[in-house]
């Protein structure tokens, strides 16, 4: 079980500590090579792997807070696939205009060092830190002779298809190729809503739909349309297959943006519940219909069609 620590003045005695800083937005395929050196190293020496993220991110405050940054996760959903993947320990770092102002000298003695009293510390040949960014790998080099850690770089092809595969991974949700985005992440994409009032327009058409309420802002959610998924209730055991609209309704005149999912074989008062949607595969784009009736048809296709892919 990983064990997560929030606040740096209460961080216990690590053993051997292994440490790899970075956010690992989406903790996919390309991560897990560095999660993997991380452990091989561990293991070589009977030490405990430690990886260090912030939250807010980094981008977020350094930006003044003007660029909002979208992320394939949440810090518990983060924490959770880190856990998935055996890591010891995650440490989160909350990140302020002081920790940004620290310059690069500092945060390798002060932050690094004296906080961790690491080992060995795994880092990309192109990290930056510290005030400015100024700190580096080549400073990182210098001091750990001064400090007695070992330094190992994480190979260029493993940064770059980090990159690449983080880039892809947005660019396909964007797009609505989940097929693309699920590859990549190395599992299905998910997100989490509460379920609020909607105006029960599905219920009449014999399509009940849990409306859908984000709770965090800076979650990456799919684009606009119709998809095949699976989802986890609150307080349900089973996996529930569905299918889901995610836009503006413009058959019924809808203009704010609207998340829905109906469940096949499942209709309980789950108001106030919260649900986990796991987006398996993209049906089609939003589009108007000439009315009602013609909408209830194509959602009798999609239904088939939901459960076509599901089954597949």
């Known amino acids: 079980m ?23 937005d989406g903790v996919h395929t390309g991560h897990q090579q560095i999660i993997n050196q991380l452990q091989e190293e561990a293991k070589a020496i009977g030490g405990e792997t430690i990886i260090i993220t912030f939250h807010p991110h980094p981008r977020s405050v350094v930006a003044g807070g003007a660029k909002q940054v979208k992320l394939l996760n949440t810090l518990d959903e983060k924490i959770e696939l880190l856990h998935s993947k055996g890591i010891d320990h995650v440490v989160v770092v ?46 990182l080099e210098r001091m750990c002779v001064d400090y007695n850690f070992k330094l190992k770089e994480i190979p260029e092809h493993v940064l ?46 014999g399509y009940p739909t849990a409306n859908l309420q984000p709770q965090e802002e800076d979650k990456l959610l799919p684009a606009d349309g119709i998809y095949a998924v699976e989802a986890k209730v609150e307080g349900n055991a089973d996996l529930l297959k569905g299918m889901m609209s995610i836009g503006v309704r413009p058959t019924i005149g809808g203009t704010s943006r609207v998340i829905e999912v109906n469940f096949f074989d499942f209709n309980a008062d789950i108001y106030g519940r919260h649900v986990r949607v796991y987006v398996k595969h993209f049906l089609r784009n939003e589009v108007k219909f000439e009315g009602l009736e013609q909408l209830t048809q194509q959602l009798h296709k999609d239904k088939d069609e939901s459960l076509r892919k599901l089954q597949g």
């Open 94 to 139: 909350p990140f302020d205009e002081a920790f940004a102002s620290q310059t690069a000298e500092d945060y390798v003695k002060n932050f690094l060092v004296n906080t961790f009293h690491p080992h060995t510390v795994i880092i990309g040949y192109d990290h930056k830190f510290g005030k400015g960014r100024a700190g580096d790998y080549h400073l």
């Open 2 to 24: 990983v064990h997560v620590h929030r606040d740096l003045q209460r961080l216990p005695s690590f053993t051997n500590a292994v440490i790899t800083i970075g956010t690992f």
């Open 160 to 205: 770059n298809n980090i990159t690449v595969s983080s880039t892809r991974i947005r660019e396909a949700i964007a797009a609505c190729d989940i097929d693309t985005a699920n590859r990549y992440l190395g599992y299905t994409f998910f997100f989490e809503g509460k379920v609020v009032h909607g105006n029960k327009l599905g219920r009449t058409l």
